[in-house]
């Protein structure tokens, strides 16, 4: 029988917690899994509308949840975030770093398949740029406005999002179909997901003797509606032999933002199921 004391630890009643790119896959799933465990949540997004939706939904469920327009690449609009979480909670207790330019590929999100046409040579140096202001510099940005209330508090907890992309290369041999154009998973998604790494390590002992605590979180692929060739090669992959539920990150997310990891920092806590064993 799990002890009162134990299961007290994953509470984060009366905690405060901003979610970039809130309203995404991810996203959404950490906002929801953050307001059951007692925090007052922000869903932050670029997405000012899908924000408004989730935090709606949820704050009609009974949960303490708001929505907040925020382009992550913009400092004066990552330091509003900040503000007006302060404003609306009077603190902050936790910040996850996941907002992304994902090049996905699921139906959903580019059923035409150009958008992976692209090979290293030929990369353009303006979609390198983008992708690098919102995933590495938008952390950056984010962590770094999240820092000074923590600071002040004497606490706070910093998640950000890598992938296994961030620790090995791509297989790019499950993005090619015969008969069909030579697709690519792009390279500044490898490049930022290892870059949010090193960042985690630098916040992490950056913070010595602040109980700031950083961490990362790194997810397998994440089932979403993509075609059976992907998932049978993205499966075969995998020691467990699925990809990912858009849930399975959950338990991880809610471990790193509670005192159940108290003792935790600078570490990388992959859910891949077994992607990264072999």
Request: glycine content about 10%; aromatic content about 8%; proline content about 4%.
């Amino acid at each position: 029988m799990v002890s009162d004391d134990t299961l007290g630890k994953f509470s984060l009643t009366g905690r405060a917690a901003l979610v970039t790119g809130g309203a995404g896959l991810l996203g959404a799933e950490f906002c929801r899994t953050l307001a059951e465990a007692g925090a007052h949540v922000v869903v932050v997004d670029i997405n000012a509308a899908a924000a408004l939706a989730l935090a709606q939904s949820l704050t009609q469920a009974g949960y303490s949840v708001q929505a907040c327009y925020t382009d992550v690449t913009q400092p004066d609009s990552v330091q509003e975030m900040v503000a007006s979480t302060l404003q609306s909670f009077g603190r902050l207790d936790i910040l996850v770093n996941s907002a992304v330019l994902d090049p996905k590929f699921d139906p959903q999100h580019d059923p035409s398949g150009i958008a992976h046409t692209n090979s290293f040579e030929d990369y353009p140096l303006e979609a390198w740029n983008q992708a690098l202001s919102v995933n590495l510099t938008g952390a950056f940005l984010c962590s770094q406005a999240a820092a000074q209330p923590m600071l002040e508090q004497g606490r706070g907890v910093i998640i950000n999002l890598s992938s296994i992309y961030g620790l090995t290369g791509p297989d790019q041999r499950m993005y090619q179909r015969p008969g069909k154009p030579v697709e690519y998973k792009p390279v500044y998604y490898a490049v930022t997901k290892a870059g949010i790494l090193g960042l985690t390590l630098y916040l992490a002992t950056y913070y010595t003797g602040k109980n700031i605590r950083v961490n990362a979180l790194t997810p397998g692929g994440v089932y979403n509606n993509h075609d059976d060739d992907f998932v049978r090669a993205y499966s075969a992959r995998a020691v467990l032999g699925r990809m990912a539920s858009k849930d399975d990150m959950n338990g991880a997310l809610l471990f790193l933002a509670s005192d159940a990891s108290a003792y935790m920092t600078g570490s990388n806590l992959v859910v891949d199921g077994g992607w990264t064993a072999w």
